[in-house]
């Protein structure tokens, strides 16, 4: 059995191929350049060259692309983009085009001179041919794709409230990290983001949407030193958000979700701290232009500290000599894979049929 996991982060994807025929240390891996980033970049030699973009394609991550864009109109160059890619900006199509954005349909989009950039978070045809230069078959058995999406926000209701009115409701209704693990075809509508990445898979494999977030904690726990412990408090710190768990192997006893770039290495030890404690209030997380906290079940853990703090993502060492002593995870030796050995499990939750093949290479689930 061959699986093809896909984390895309703001930064960089992070992609683990999964051969059930060899050792996990022989995987093929890469860790390349986000689409978001990918994105920005062609954005900015369009700006450079004084070219005007055409966005075409479907709903994606946004961050470093928004902000090319809002730069490239500031120089004074013309921006288009096609309703759904669009959408990538703000969800409000009116707020798109009051940015400076001229939203046209595809069949004008194909009309018009400058720089097109197709936008979407999972290019398969890319990776297919990265695969191949090293002689690496590529065809899949299934596909485990991860982002973070923040769902399309009902008019005047804040997207951070959003997203984590959702990742409260998945745990309420069942309190396990593998909760997060969707069938692709069972998505949620307000995702978009995500149901436009499982689209762009083009129905080649079967599909298994997690979040991100949840995903990377997951995968934390197949770290030994981690997965031995009763108890964890696992931060994930990635390029853009920060998600804490403290869990009781996969069960959430609480969760926080922050902005990476809007908390100090000080503000994560507080809130990391009154998680841990069971005394961190939503509000606290909020009004710091965070998302939210919220206390599942704090009766399966105790209350402080648990033995160890593991500590993920490509923006670890932002709190390298916290007091919390965090302990820098490295799941089968590498933590930049960590959220893709996380999609591996959740592939195998939602496709029995993969399970044996998974535990075989991963050990038994956490």
């Known amino acids: ?78 921006a288009f983009a096609t309703p759904q890619a669009a959408q990538t900006f703000n969800d409000d199509l009116d707020e798109v085009r009051a940015s400076g954005v001229e939203v046209v349909s595809e069949d004008e989009a194909r009309r018009i001179d400058g720089e097109r950039i197709v936008l979407q978070d999972l290019d398969l045809d890319a990776i297919r041919t990265a695969l191949a230069a090293f002689e690496e078959p590529v065809d899949f058995d299934g596909l485990a794709l991860g982002c973070l999406d923040h769902g399309a926000a009902p008019p005047d209701v804040s997207d951070r409230l959003f997203r984590f009115e959702h990742l409260r409701r998945t745990v309420e209704a069942r309190n396990d990290l593998l909760a997060f693990a969707c069938h692709g075809d069972d998505l949620a509508d307000y995702l978009t983001r995500a149901r436009s990445m499982v689209a762009s898979a083009g129905g080649v494999a ?20 981690v997965g031995r412990e009763p108890e964890q408090l696992v931060l994930n710190l990635g390029n853009m958000h920060l998600l804490g768990f403290h869990l009781r192997g996969r069960q959430i006893a609480s969760l926080y979700e922050h902005h990476t770039g809007e908390v100090t290495a000080a503000q994560i030890e507080e809130f990391s701290m009154k998680l841990a404690q069971g005394s961190l209030s939503h509000e606290d997380v909020f009004h710091s232009k965070g998302h939210g906290a919220y206390h599942a079940d704090r009766s399966i853990v105790r209350p402080g500290l648990p033995p160890v703090v593991a500590v993920t993502g490509p923006q670890r060492t932002k709190i390298q000599h916290s007091t919390l002593s965090p302990y820098f995870a490295a799941p089968f030796g590498d933590m930049m894979i ?3 050995f996380g999609l591996l499990r959740g592939f195998a939750e939602v496709f029995p049929n993969a399970r044996d093949a998974v535990e075989e290479r991963l050990g038994p689930v956490p």
């Open 206 to 225: 079967p599909v298994v949407f997690m979040d991100t977030g949840p995903a990377a904690a997951l995968g934390a726990l197949h770290d030994e030193r």
């Open 338 to 340: 960590s959220g893709c």
């Open 1 to 78: 059995m061959r699986l093809l996991a896909i984390d895309m982060g703001t930064g960089t994807q992070d992609i683990l191929l999964f051969d059930a025929t060899k050792p996990i240390e022989n995987s093929p891996k890469m860790v390349l350049p986000s689409a978001t980033e990918i994105a920005a970049r062609r954005i900015r030699r369009a700006t450079k060259d004084g070219r005007a973009v055409i966005l075409t394609g479907v709903v994606a991550g946004g961050g470093p692309n928004s902000w090319a864009l809002e730069d490239h109109i500031r120089a004074g160059n013309k």
